[in-house]
């Protein structure tokens, strides 16, 4: 009988390296296909589309996502023009900076002025930017706003609308109940979903919300409250998501559609714009990820400098726009709400308002200096916000 002989250690080695390798590409296939059946089962998006969603720039999530077409206006209204060179110094975190520095430094994308309803800056950072779209985040918010009172003034809504009159599917008895539209509108909800954008807690409140593949059975997860419906201020993006809801129920088709006919083609807009879904044929995240071009948002903000009118015709009544403009209230710190729209630290004395969208992203309007300032940016959450809107007033007052 011939007794077996180990192999020679190299074999050994090459074995044993081998066997190693198995065992951790086992490991990450199970880990691969236990993220997928963990993700489906609590109805989010897939863990390589959670990979993708870290690493894309923020002004660039479209791309992740199924999304709905708003197509652009069959009667483009073109920005009346009279370009000059961005240049100047601008008050910077206590000192003077050259405005374009400034612009660098907080990663900007597009820079916009308008005065007296013509485009008197223009400034990119590449020239492709110019015509591409970029993702609003909570700019959307305000849109949402816009067309709440549009509904409103038709008699189709009223703020003392509960949103479950509306939503009956979202009923659970108890205060919940007891939530009106004017409680979404400014913030004054009371749910209990966290305004946390942290990248690590992905499953969680709004961050939840960007990443479910199912935002009615999310939403519907989440209804409990940390205070009382109307009894306090607190900045809620679910509040919007509802609101976003609510219009395209009462109107009976998708939130892009009903974007499309009444604001879009209306304010001219001249490019095609999208608005992403929680899945294919899906509903639109209406708080947040309307995508369009820089010139198409800034015509958001002449609407409102107009008091709600786009050339002849009025699609905001002056009851809502002042609705708009009247701060109610406190959402953030320093920071005054009203129906969507933000009123930032200062806006006694320059009577300014502005849609704001996490990232950097702004739609600012001054109507004392007649003034719009659109701001697109891939910088940080909420950083520099009061700071910027101090460049945006030394800006408007630039305008004659």
């Known amino acids: 009988m011939s007794i077996p002989t180990a192999p020679p250690a190299p074999a050994r080695r090459r074995w044993r390296g081998r066997k190693a390798t198995l065992i951790v590409a086992t490991a990450l296939l199970l880990l691969v296909v236990g993220g997928f059946a963990y993700t489906a089962a609590i109805g989010m998006k897939n863990p390589l589309f959670l990979v993708r969603f870290l690493f894309t720039p923020r002004s660039e999530v479209e791309v ?9 206006s069959p009667q483009p209204r073109p920005i009346p023009e009279h370009i000059q060179p961005l240049s100047g110094s601008v008050p910077w975190k206590g000192k003077s900076e050259d405005i374009v520095s ?34 609003s985040w909570s700019i959307a918010k305000s849109v949402v706003g816009l067309l709440v009172g549009q509904l ?9 609308t509960r949103l479950v009159a509306v939503l009956p599917e979202f009923a659970i008895g108890g205060k919940f109940d007891d939530i009106t539209v004017a409680d979404l509108l400014d913030m004054k909800s009371g749910i209990d979903m966290t305004e946390d954008y942290a990248e690590y807690k992905p499953f969680a409140g709004v961050a939840g919300m960007q990443v479910t ?11 409990t409250l940390f205070f009382a419906p109307g009894t306090q201020s607190a900045y809620r993006s679910v509040d919007a998501q509802y609101l976003s809801m609510i219009v395209a129920r009462i109107e009976g088709e998708p939130l892009a559609k009903v974007l499309e006919h009444r604001l879009w083609h209306p304010l001219g807009a001249e490019d095609v714009a999208t608005w992403n879904l929680d899945h294919a044929g899906g509903i639109e995240r209406g708080f947040g990820n309307l995508n369009a071009t820089p010139r198409d948002f800034a015509k958001l903000g002449l609407l409102a400098l107009a008091g709600g009118k786009a050339g002849d015709r009025t699609l905001i009544s002056p009851a809502w726009m002042a609705r708009i403009s009247t701060p109610v209230a406190e959402a953030e710190p320093g920071w005054m709400y009203a129906a969507q729209w933000w009123h930032p630290p200062g806006h006694e004395k320059n009577g300014d308002y502005t849609a704001i969208g996490v990232y950097g992203q702004f739609v600012y309007v001054n109507p004392k200096h007649h003034a719009v300032i659109t701001k697109l940016s891939d910088y940080g959450a909420q950083q520099d916000e009061a700071e910027l809107i101090d460049v945006f007033r030394s800006v408007a007052d630039g305008c004659h």
């Open 102 to 135: 400034v612009l660098h430094e907080t990663r900007t994308h597009a820079f916009l002025v308008m005065c007296n309803g013509t485009l008197v800056n223009e400034w990119y950072s590449e020239p492709g930017k110019k015509t591409a779209r970029e993702s």
């Open 64 to 72: 992740l996502y199924d999304t709905r077409t708003i197509s652009a």
């Open 152 to 160: 409103i003034d038709e008699g189709k809504l009223s703020e003392r």
């Open 213 to 223: 593949a199912d935002l009615p059975g999310y939403l519907m997860k989440h209804r």
